[in-house]
C-alpha cells in the first residue's frame, strides 16, 4: 500500500514539473513571436555610421524606386504618394535633394531653433501647424517635427527627425500622403530604433 501511495505521489510530482516545463515553454513561444512580429515590421537600412529604421511596408512596396549611397537613401513611391529621405550630415559633402548651403546649415545645426530654420528655409516644410518633441539621453538628442503640408495634389503628411550623438548628425524625412502616413507607433519606433 505504502509502495503504491508513493509511486502516485512521484507521478503526480512528475507531472506537475513537466506542466510547468510546458508553461515556460510556451511563454517563451509567445514571447519570442510578439516581439519577432513587431521587430519584422521594420527594415534597417545602413549608411556608413547609422542604421536608420523603416517601416517594411515602403521597402517591400512593387511602386518604391530605392536609391542608396554610404552617406543617404531615398525610397519613394512611383506615383508620388510617398518619400522617405535620409542623410547622414557629418558624412555629407553633397547631397541628392538638399542644396549646398541647406546642406550646410544643417550640418552646423546644433539647437531645436537652428534645426528648425534650417528645415523651413531650405527645404520649405514645417511653416503651419507644427507637432515638436525631443528625446534628451546623455550620449545623444533627437529631435522630431511633424505636420500636414497642403499641395496642389493633396495634403502631406510630413514628419522629420533630427538626431545628434557628438558630431554625428543624421536627418530623416518622411513626406507620405493620407494612405501612406505613418502612425505614432511607427513615428514612435523609428524615433528609438533610428541609431
Sequence with gaps: MFR?????????KGLRCFSIEIAIIW???LIYTLIS????QYYQIQLSQIAASIPKEYMNSEESEHYKTDNEFLIKSKENTYMIYGIELSNADESSLLDEETLKKLKSANSFNQILEGIQYGIGFLWGDVETGSIQNPSDTTYYFSSIEESHDGDYQVYIMFYIQGDLKYMGIYVTDEEHSLSEKQKRHIRLYTR
Excluded: S
Design 27 to 29: 511563454t517563451i513561444v
Design 37 to 40: 512580429k513587431h521587430y519584422v
Design 4 to 12: 503504491v501511495k508513493y509511486k502516485k505521489e512521484q507521478i503526480l
